[in-house]
């Protein structure tokens, strides 16, 4: 069985840039979320896809966007990047929408300068 | 969703047991208590969780008291792998699933 994968591992990008994120959810997981973590802090919940849907988002701005694939893959996009973008980007992939039993994956470290 | 608080930090002994505790004292009674640890430059990892009942898996097991408003998670034999931080958190099943991370307690556990 395979976890959840991210990709990149680590980026930089430029301040004003746009940023594409992956993850690959762990085997029969139809649900994932994902969370910013600032240095420091704990995870900040961005938004939540089931079965290719936005399910929930959180605090943040329409231009962090998303896309869940019909293999449950799923991509965080970013436009217009801000230096406060600057952080560990983690997806999570679950069974269902209503699991709170969330499996992490190893983050995204993304610089924006 | 009912606010939590950990203590920032907490020392264990290798080999000896970890009680981490948490404060949900606004806790209502549809809201599960869940426990993530974080290990450096990882993701969040799943330890357990619980309602009204203690729980003990492989991991860990958690306490709740009997009114609900506070639980202590136990690590029986703390190792130098358990150094991480450790998050309670609040949560009523809605229609999805978000965490609510706070600052946590980070464990460090000595030789």
Same mark, same amino acid.
């Given at each position: 069985e395979t976890g959840v994968t991210q990709s990149p591992t680590h980026l930089i990008? =430029?301040?004003?840039?746009?940023? =594409?994120?992956?993850c690959s959810s762990q085997s029969g997981h139809n649900t994932v979320s994902w969370y910013q973590q600032a240095l420091g802090q704990g995870p900040q919940f961005i938004f939540q896809y089931y079965r290719e849907e936005e399910n929930g988002r959180g605090n943040f701005p329409p231009r962090f966007s998303g896309l869940q694939f019909p293999n449950y893959s799923s991509e965080l996009n970013v436009n217009a990047?801000?230096?406060?973008?600057?952080?560990?980007?983690?997806?999570?992939?679950?069974?269902?929408?209503?699991?709170y039993e969330q499996?992490?994956?190893?983050? =995204?470290?993304? =610089?924006v300068t | 969703d009912a606010k939590t608080t950990q203590p920032p930090s907490m020392?264990?002994?290798?080999? !000896?047991a970890a009680n981490l505790p948490c404060n949900h004292s606004t806790i209502s009674g549809n809201e599960y208590v869940y426990w993530y640890r974080q290990i450096h430059s990882q993701g969040p990892q799943y330890i357990i969780h619980g309602l009204k009942n203690n729980e003990t898996n492989e991991m860990a097991s958690l306490i709740i008291t009997e009114d609900r408003k506070s639980s202590?998670?136990?690590?029986?034999?703390?190792?130098?792998?358990?150094?991480?931080?450790y998050y309670c958190?609040? !949560?009523v099943v809605t229609?999805?699933?978000?965490?609510?991370?706070g600052k946590g307690t980070m464990l460090l556990v000595s030789p």
């Open positions: 990008k =430029t301040r004003g840039q746009q940023v =594409t994120l992956r990047l801000e230096l406060d973008d600057s952080a560990l980007y983690l997806c999570a992939s679950s069974l269902d929408r209503y699991s499996y992490f994956g190893p983050g =995204t470290r993304l =610089t | 020392d264990c002994a290798e080999g !000896r202590t998670l136990i690590l029986p034999h703390a190792t130098l792998r358990d150094t991480a931080v958190i609040v !949560r229609g999805y699933s978000t965490l609510t991370f």
